[in-house]
């Protein structure tokens, strides 16, 4: 079935560092891909999603691109803040939209 | 424009007690799912809702878990009995366009 695998963490950078977190999928048909933040107290939020392959999602200086031939879906970031310290989670959608697989998420810290 | 609205905040049970939850999902979502998130996983499905229909409830523990959306709106989320293994974050999420809004879940322990 569908599923979405990322990059172990806790990830811990410091302030102006370049991040990437790797999340790659496996999917039967064209599903949508996404990547939702959990800020330390709060639900899940959406951050960025892309819909088809060669897309770029990017929202807050975050950005991943929809890569068909390598099944990813990779967030970047060209200079973290700590503000950006969270739990990021790689999602995806069936192409129903109904249907939505998360992987287990990945902590980031940013520090001073 | 009002978001999803979970209640409890936090709950402690002792095992084998009951405990429900509620969720007021965003007002004209169709679709409401129920999500099991324990710590340092990714949120797990328990039952999705086509508004008072379900979807898929495939991964729910029926023996002890029970759900229901009775009018299309609200949805409650009961467990009866709880086990250690309950303890988790409780989420409750609607969806339109292929976005899902999360509420700020439920923390459960049960000792």
């Known amino acids: 079935g569908d599923s979405v695998t990322q990059m172990e963490g806790p990830v811990t950078l410091s302030e102006e560092a370049f991040l990437t977190i790797n999340c790659t999928y496996t999917a039967t048909g064209y599903p949508s891909l996404f990547w939702y933040v959990q800020y330390p107290g709060e639900g899940l939020q959406l951050l960025l999603k892309?819909?088809?392959?060669?897309d770029k999602g990017s929202n807050k200086g975050f950005e991943a691109t929809y890569r068909k031939e390598t099944t990813s879906f990779h967030l970047e970031k060209g200079s973290v803040q700590v503000s950006d310290s969270a739990v990021y989670f790689c999602a995806l959608s069936d192409g129903t939209g109904n249907q939505f697989y998360f992987g287990t998420g990945t902590s980031l810290t940013v520090i001073p | 424009e009002a978001g999803v609205a979970q209640s409890p905040r936090y709950k402690i049970i002792e095992k084998r007690q009951s405990v429900a939850f509620w969720c007021n999902p965003i007002?004209?979502?169709?679709?409401l799912y129920w999500y099991q998130q324990i710590l340092g996983q990714g949120p797990k499905l328990l039952i999705q809702f086509q508004n008072n229909g379900v979807v898929d409830d495939s991964q729910l523990p029926k023996d002890r878990f029970s759900a229901e959306r009775l009018k299309g709106v609200d949805s409650t989320l009961k467990i009866q009995p709880a086990k250690l293994e309950d303890s988790a974050v409780y989420l409750c999420?609607?969806?339109?366009?292929?976005?899902?809004?999360f509420g700020s879940g439920t923390q459960l322990s049960v000792l």
């Open positions: 007002s004209g979502h169709a679709t």
């Open positions: 892309a819909t088809k392959a060669d």
């Open positions: 999420a609607s969806s339109t366009n292929e976005k899902l809004f």
